[in-house]
């Protein structure tokens, strides 16, 4: 389940800034709002997939629920999936 995860951890960082970097300006800017209820969509799946990936990681790994709140807050924050798919994931996949 942690490669899974750690996918998805990359999968949602890159979602969130082609939302937030790409599809809101295009939406709001240049009046095209397409692209973004598409990557909306995906970015909303991916989120839901990481924090129940989150919740299903930690019990199997039994990392408690601090672990926990930093997977989740690190979800809400651009470029922070990044960084817990690097300071968390990795070191646990190697």
């Not at 991916?46 to 299903?56: C, E, P």
């Amino acid at each position: 389940m942690l490669p899974i995860f750690r996918v998805t951890a990359i999968l949602e960082g890159i979602s969130y800034l082609a939302l937030f970097g790409v599809t809101m300006p295009l939406k709001y800017w240049a009046e095209i709002p397409g692209p973004n209820i598409i990557v909306g969509y995906i970015h909303g799946a991916l989120f839901i997939a990481f924090i129940a990936l989150a919740l299903i990681v930690c019990v199997q790994k039994k990392w408690g629920l601090k672990r926990f709140a930093i997977f989740g807050v690190a979800s809400l924050l651009p470029f922070a999936t990044f960084y817990v798919e690097d300071k968390y994931l990795k070191k646990v996949a190697a």
